[in-house]
């Protein structure tokens, strides 16, 4: 029985390696880690501060989607965030459920 934990568990997080993977490669390819780190501002924010920024923020989600959609300006400094309106909804809220996952 305990064999079976342990597999499930490994399994498990050889899951979650892989999402957050594909999640790092999703925001690779929409253009995101252009101006984006995980862990330095660059451009933008990094992306680990605004996870915290917006950490117990209920509404989140869908707030930053829109940004990420539409873009925004003021929030982080004088540099606005372009639009990226080819990310779909779906993608956009992929992108900002990794995001706020980070630590």
Known sequence: M?????????????????????NADLAKSSG??????????????ALKDIAAKYKGDAGAVDKLAVKVQKGSQGVWGPVPMPPNAKVSDADAKKLVEWILSLK
């Open 2 to 22: 305990k064999a079976v934990w342990m597999g499930i568990a490994a399994a498990s997080a050889l899951l979650m390696v892989g999402t957050a993977q594909a």
């Open 32 to 45: 995101c880690m252009n101006c984006h780190t995980a862990d330095k501002k660059l451009v933008g924010p």
